[in-house]
């Protein structure tokens, strides 16, 4: 790729910054100073700036607990968004995959794989996603049936099924709901649909992704490899 792309996706500046670097005999590639911004460069080249090495990584995957009061996007004007917790990352184009709301909390993916959030958000793939939430209310066996059925939340079908279990009983109830479609705001509103309301939400898991009991709010991880194997579109679609 041509050497002031490869220094603007590693996040060296943007591309007018970087070609002046360039131009101005900042940068080597194999300890050679390369002064035109359009040479080829391999990933496997050592490309240096100022005499410091890159390196350079094409995706990143990263493992994220989102806590509540920051929103999934990469820009924001008023919150902190999910972002602003990845500080190590290699590469500038990263985003989170999916969407949880303000006050949610849970597994989030953040990478710069488009392919893969295709493979997990396209609505046909039908990826399951866990929930644990607390509920107003008792979950009566009706509305365990009714969600298995599938839920009217107002839009021109019924939700596709999904699996309640109920993890503890009371006027506040504890819950796990794994679900395969993400409208918006979609748990809150099949609660809404039985008239009770969501007091607390927390996602457990995405496909083959578990949220690590040892991951606290605001913390993320590289994925391991063994994720990563998890993650590849032959794997997942034999779900
Ligand atoms: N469903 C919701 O209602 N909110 C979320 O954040 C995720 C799923």
């Known amino acids: 790729m041509r050497l002031d792309k490869y220094l603007t996706e590693l996040g060296a500046g943007s591309r007018s910054e970087v070609k002046k670097y360039i131009r101005a005999g900042l940068v080597?590639?194999?300890?050679?100073?390369?002064?035109?911004?359009e040479e080829k460069v391999r990933e496997t080249d050592e490309v240096c700036l100022r005499g410091k090495k890159l390196c350079?990584?094409?995706?990143?995957?990263?493992?994220?607990?989102?806590p509540a009061g920051c929103v999934t996007a990469t820009e924001?004007?008023?919150?902190?968004?999910?972002?602003d917790y990845i500080h190590s990352a290699a590469r500038r184009d990263l985003f989170p995959v999916g969407r949880l709301d303000l006050d949610t909390e849970g597994l989030l993916l953040i990478t710069n794989d488009g392919a893969l959030a295709h493979e997990l958000l396209a609505p046909a793939k039908h990826?399951?996603?866990t929930y644990y939430a607390k509920v107003d209310g008792r979950v009566t066996e009706d509305i365990v049936n009714?969600?298995?059925?599938?839920?009217?939340?107002?839009?021109?079908?019924?939700?596709?099924?999904?699996?309640l279990e109920v993890l503890r009983e009371g006027d506040i109830s504890?819950?796990?709901?794994?679900?395969t479609e993400g409208r918006f705001h979609q748990v809150k509103r099949m609660f809404e649909a039985v008239g009770m309301r969501v007091l607390y939400l927390k996602r457990l898991s995405m496909g083959p992704l578990r949220l690590p009991e040892d991951l606290a709010p605001g913390e993320y991880r590289p994925?391991?490899?063994?994720?990563?194997?998890l993650?590849?579109?032959?794997?997942?679609?034999?779900?």
């Open 174 to 179: 504890e819950v796990r709901l794994t679900i």
């Open 56 to 66: 350079y990584v094409r995706y990143e995957y990263y493992l994220f607990h989102k």
């Open 76 to 83: 924001d004007a008023r919150h902190r968004t999910v972002m």
């Open 231 to 239: 993650l590849k579109p032959e794997t997942l679609s034999a779900k």
């Open 28 to 37: 080597t590639v194999g300890g050679v100073p390369v002064k035109r911004p």
């Open 127 to 129: 990826v399951e996603k």
């Open 223 to 229: 994925l391991t490899d063994e994720e990563l194997a």
């Open 146 to 163: 009714l969600f298995e059925k599938g839920v009217d939340i107002g839009e021109k079908k019924l939700t596709k099924p999904g699996i």
